[in-house]
């Protein structure tokens, strides 16, 4: 599976909306990205996931560039509960299970 | 359930002591996986079951480290003559697809923090 690399920390007011960048630049075709969060104390949560078409769900949005090299998360009305580690995963199908990299991951903190 | 359940929350053992951690995955879901988060790092994965088959171990860091899934739903994770390296906190996930068109938002449960003194 294609490394990804994320910024270490991230800061975003309360209300505003959070842009989490991906870079994902050695992925392949058949890998798709995903996106996880992990709630202090808590165990990580699926948020989306995509391949090459923009998506968006009732959590988040994500935006992969046309090259397929990068990718944005974005949290469109950030909240406190949203203050999260964030992890970007590229994983490809095709395989009969899927093992999860979760990498260091990105630390948004949001605030009042 | 609802969720995915891991008991106990919270483990304390001496070094070299035996333990054992339990998960509950959600009901019917065929695939379950163990991760092992170190403070200030991401989980890494550890073994994954296909029902009550060990597909993969190949994420347990020794042969102390001992999974089962006898009847392809409850699964313990063990772990022997613990050492203070052990302490983590210990994640399972499950989910319902098993195949190669699985969709990867696997549902993890709050995790047992381990800590050897």
């Known amino acids: 599976d294609a490394k990804t690399t994320q910024p270490t920390s991230m800061d975003c007011a309360e209300g505003r909306a959070a842009n989490l960048p991906c870079n994902h630049s050695?992925?392949?075709?058949?890998?798709?990205v995903y996106w996880y969060r992990q709630i202090h104390s808590q165990g990580p949560q699926y948020i989306i996931h995509?391949?090459?078409n923009n998506e968006t769900n009732e959590m988040a949005s994500l935006i992969i560039t046309e090259d397929r090299k990068s990718s944005t998360l974005i949290l469109p009305h950030a909240t406190l509960r949203d203050t999260a580690v964030y992890y970007c995963i590229a994983i490809g199908r095709g395989t009969s299970y899927g093992k999860l990299t979760f990498g260091q991951g990105t630390i948004l903190t949001v605030h009042p | 359930g609802a969720g995915v359940s891991q008991s106990p929350r919270y483990k304390v053992a001496k070094r070299g002591q035996d333990v054992a951690l339990r998960c509950d995955p959600i009901?019917?879901?065929?695939?379950l996986f163990w991760y092992q988060q170190a403070l200030g790092q991401g989980p890494e994965f550890l073994t994954y079951f296909q029902n009550e088959a060990q597909l993969d171990k190949s994420g347990l860091p020794s042969d102390r480290f001992f999974a089962e899934r006898p009847e392809g739903s409850v699964s313990t994770l063990k772990i022997q003559r613990t050492q203070q390296e052990d302490s983590a906190v210990y994640l399972c996930?499950?989910?319902?697809?098993?195949?190669?068109?699985?969709?990867?938002?696997?549902?993890f449960g709050s995790g047992t923090r381990l800590t050897v003194v």
């Open positions: 996930a499950s989910s319902s697809y098993r195949d190669s068109n699985q969709n990867y938002g696997y549902t």
């Open positions: 050695t992925i392949s075709g058949n890998e798709y």
């Open positions: 995509g391949l090459k």
């Open positions: 009901s019917g879901h065929v695939s």
